[in-house]
């Protein structure tokens, strides 16, 4: 509790970072050679991972930007190289949604025979309504657990054969949610997320955020038993002003529930 109060206070933590750090602080004393690291990150063209993009370009990563607007990636590209003009930035196109694009997305990347240091599952949507995708799997569910865990899935030997042969960590980060505490372990209902009249949009994006955890939870352990070079871990980023944020003010207003 006292480790929580004094993030929402700003004040710095062990390691001098707290909630008013920026990422440009915090990698500031990169100890690891940037240069030769690559980084995936989806949902790269605004928020949180668009930040994450420049200042992993700035330090010299090259990030492959896994986007499903690729105007707007081609925007956040200019951008980073306006600031970067040694940047290395590669766009690929993917809809979470869409397992088929998922797959498809790792097809090519793979097909660039380009090292993987880091994977960031970032991308992630928010739905009032009840929506499916083209499988016709609950579109929040499919986007925000189903079509990340696919991408990890496919791309995991690449992380743990890069590890391998560089030495270097691999990381692997799940973006979350502290919402995710809204619901009980009895309450993760797929009948409940399905239903056309009682459909709740926070509830669906509550139980894709602690489905990403589950999955962090069960991967590390997956890798652990393998003596992989690789790490996986679910983050509460904060709650900040992103696009779905912006776009659904009410998401996170009222006390802490329970559904």
Not at 82 to 97: G, H, M, V, W, Y
Not at 111 to 120: A, H, V
Not at 173 to 185: C, E, Y
Not at 200 to 209: C, D, F, H, L, V
């Amino acid at each position: 509790m006292k480790g929580t109060l004094r993030y929402l206070a700003g004040i710095a933590g062990p390691n001098g970072f707290g909630s008013r750090s920026t990422a440009e602080q915090v990698t500031q004393h990169s100890f690891f050679p940037c240069s030769h690291l690559t980084a995936i990150i989806t949902g790269g063209t605004s928020g949180i991972g668009a930040e994450t993009a420049r200042v992993l370009a700035k330090r010299g990563v090259r990030v492959v930007m896994a986007v499903r607007d690729m105007k707007k990636a081609e925007m956040v590209k200019e951008r980073i190289i306006r600031e970067n003009p040694e940047a290395d930035i590669i766009l690929f196109e993917i809809d979470l949604s869409s397992l088929s694009s998922v797959a498809r997305f790792c097809s090519q990347f793979l097909s660039q025979d380009l090292p993987l240091n880091i994977l960031i599952n970032n991308a992630g949507v928010f739905s009032p309504n009840l929506e499916f995708s083209e499988e016709k799997i609950e579109l929040t569910f499919a986007t925000n657990f189903l079509g990340h865990y696919l991408l990890t899935e496919m791309l995991i030997e690449k992380m743990i054969d890069t590890a391998e042969k560089s030495g270097i960590e691999g990381r692997i980060i799940n973006l979350s949610s502290v919402i995710h505490n809204w619901v009980k372990p009895d309450c993760f209902s797929f009948p409940k997320l399905l239903h056309p009249i009682r459909y709740n949009g926070t509830r669906a994006y509550a139980q894709s955020k602690l489905a990403t955890i589950l999955h962090a939870k069960a991967l590390s352990k997956q890798l652990k038993d393998r003596n992989a070079n690789v790490t996986i871990n679910a983050v509460h980023p904060g709650i900040v002003k992103t696009g779905i944020i912006r776009a659904h003010k009410g998401l996170f207003t009222g006390k802490i529930k329970h559904f």
